[in-house]
C-alpha cells in the first residue's frame, strides 16, 4: 500500500501503482469525467500513469492551467498525427502547449502549407479524434530512440535526442502516430470536441536565423463547442482591439523599413499620448522621493561583461560597435541597471544617504529576431520605466512596499483593476544555480512575501522561478476581454551590488553592501502603451487622450469661430483640435468618432451668434450647449476629479 495526500492535507491509503483516473474514481464519478491531468509531487502526469510511491496530489480539470496545458498538448499531437496523413513525409520540430492553445513547427518539404490547408486539417483531426484514440507513454533508451526517428528520416527529433540524457527519453503513441515528448497528455484522443486552427507562420528551428525556416501552425480546442464559439468571438473582439490597427488609425505611431525592423517611431499625438503617461510616474516619483537621471544610449562592452549581462544577452543585442582606437568595443545598451549603479558609484555613501532612488526612462536595445517582432509588444529598441533603488538591508521590506503602491496607483489610474500577482523564489533542491548567501535569499524572500500579506495581495508561490541574482514579484494583468499580459515588475538583486562593488559607510564605521531594488511599474513604454491601446480599445482616459476634443463647424463660414473656440480652450489647457474639411456635419461626427475624441463641439450660425458650443460626448450624444469657458471649467474639473484620486 501507499500513502496518497491530497490538496487538503488528508491522508489515504491505495494499491500501489493506482492511476490518477482511478484516483479520480475513488472520489466521484462526475470527477473522473472531468479531470484532465495529476500533479505528483508537483510535477504534472498523465492520468494513465501509475504511483509507485507514496506522493502528494492534485487532480486537475479544464478550470487548471495544468489540465489546460495537457488538453492543449494533446492537441499538438493531434493535429501532427492528422499532417502525417495528408501530408506523407512531412517532419516535425515541437509542438508545445502555449497560453492559448498550441502550436507545431513542421517542415513539410516542398509543400507549401497555406491557409485555406487548415479546414482540411482541421476536417482531419476531427474524423481522429471521434477515434478515441489511447494515448501511450513508453519509456526508451537515447540509443532506441535516435534508431527510431533516424530510421523516419526525423533530424529534428535527432537533434533534440542527442541533447537528452540517457534514461529520461519519453515517446507518446496515438494511431499511427508516434512523438518524443515529455507529456503529459489526455488519456486518449475523444475529449478533444472543438477545433480551429487558427494561422500559418513561418519560424526558425531552434530560433536560429541561421537554420531553417519551419512552418508553424497555431490552433485551440476546446471540450465544448460553446466554448469554442465563445473563444472566437472574443478573438474578434481581440481583431478589433489590435493596437497596431488602431496605432494607424490614431495617428499614434509608425514603423519604416527604412529606418529598420522592430524601431518604432512614435507620431505626435503617439508622442503626446506616451508624454503624459510619462509626466504622470514622474509626479509620483517625486512624491516618494525618487531622483531622475539620464545615461548614455550605449556604453564600454566591459561595463555589460561585469554586470552579467553580455553573457546573458550578448546573442540577442546588436553586435559590438568598434571605434577608431584599436580594441575599444562599445554595445547599445540591453539594460540602464549597470549605468545607474555607476551612478551609485560616484561618490562614497553612507547609511544616511539610503536608500537612493535613481528612475530614468532609458531606452535600452535588443536584437529581437525579425520573425518575433511584433508591432510594440516585440521590438528591438524600447524605453523602460526604469528605476534602481539602493537600499539597506532593514529598508528591504519598507521600499519593497512603496514600490508597489506606485503600481497599485498606475493600475488604478488606468482601470486595470483585474491583476494577478506572481512571487518567483528560489529552487529549493537547486540552490547553487542562484548568486548570494542563503541569509540573504531568505531575508529576500521573507520581504516579498511579507510585503504582499501586508497589502492583503493573494500572491501565487512559484518556486525556482527567481531570477539568478534574487526573487521578484511579477503584476499580470487582465484587459477589458480577459487576456492576460505580464506589466510591473519589482526585483530584489544581491548579485549587481557585488559585481560592481558597491558599498556603503554603516553606523558601525564599517564598509556594507547595499541591496538593489529593480523596478518598472509599466515595464517598457512600448509594450504598455500597446496594452493600454487594447484594454481600452483606444477610447483613452480624459486626463491621458492626446485629443480631448474636437471643434466641428457646420460649414467653411464658421471655420474661423471654430478657430477663436479652439483657441480660448487652448488657452485653458484643453487639448483640441479643429475639423475644418469641407464635409457634411454628419460625417464630420462620424469620423471624429471613429477617433474616440471624447467630446465633440459643433458650431454653425446659432452657436455663432450666441457665443457657445453645442456639446456631444463620445457615447452619450448631445449634452446641450454652454459658453466655451463654462465647458472649459467642466472638462478640468472632470480632468482635475479623476487625478486627484491618485
Known sequence: MINITFPDGSVRQFEKGITGQQLAESISSRLAQEVLAISVNEQIWDLTRPIEADASIKLHKWDDEEGKYAFWHSSAHLMAEALQALYPGIKFGIGPAIENGFYYDVDPGETVIKENDLPAIEAKMIELAAKKEAIVRKDISKEAALQLFNAKGDEYKTELISDLADGTITLYSQGDFTDLCRGPHLPNTGEIKAIKLLSVAGAYWRGD????????????????????????VLLEEAKKRDHRK?????????FSETVGKGLPLWLPRGTALRLRLEDFLK????????????????????????SGHYAKYGKDSFQPIHTPEEGEEYLLKPMNCPHHCEVYKFKPRSYKDLPLRFAEFGTVYRYEQSGELHGLTRVRSFTQDDA???????????????VMDIIFIIFNALDFKNFEAQISLRDPNNREKYIGSDENWDKAERAIIEACEEKGLKAKVELGEAAFYGPKLDFMVKDAIGRRWQLGTIQVDYNLPERFELEYTGEDNQKHRPVMIHRAPFGSMERFVAVLIEHTAGKFPLWLTPDQVVVLPISE????????????????????????RNE???????????????????????????????????????????????????????????????
Not at 536565423?209 to 472566437?232: A, C
Not at 534602481?388 to 512603496?402: A, I, V
Not at 463660414?557 to 475644418?580: C, S, W
Open 557 to 580: 463660414k464658421f471655420n474661423d469661430y471654430a478657430r477663436k473656440v479652439a483657441k480660448e480652450l487652448f488657452l485653458q489647457d484643453v487639448r483640441v483640435t479643429v475639423d475644418d
Open 246 to 254: 488602431i496605432g494607424k488609425e490614431l495617428e499614434l505611431f509608425m
Open 283 to 306: 509626479q509620483i516619483q517625486r512624491r516618494f522621493d525618487y531622483q531622475q537621471v539620464i545615461t548614455p544610449h550605449i556604453g564600454n562592452k566591459q561595463l555589460y561583461v561585469t
Open 584 to 646: 457634411k456635419i454628419g460625417r464630420k461626427i462620424r469620423d471624429n468618432e471613429l477617433k474616440r475624441i471624447p467630446y465633440l463641439l459643433v458650431v454653425g450660425e446659432k452657436e455663432m451668434e450666441a457665443g457657445v458650443v453645442a456639446v456631444r460626448k463620445q457615447g452619450e450624444g448631445d449634452k446641450g450647449t454652454m459658453t466655451p469657458e463654462e465647458f472649459a471649467a467642466m472638462i478640468n474639473t472632470e480632468v482635475a476629479k479623476m487625478m486627484n484620486v491618485y
Open 209 to 232: 536565423e541561421k537554420r531553417k525556416q519551419l512552418t508553424r501552425i497555431y490552433g485551440i480546442t476546446f471540450p465544448k463547442k460553446k466554448m469554442l464559439d465563445e473563444y472566437l
Open 388 to 402: 534602481h533603488l539602493f537600499c539597506r538591508p532593514d529598508q528591504l521590506k519598507d521600499e519593497f512596499l512603496k
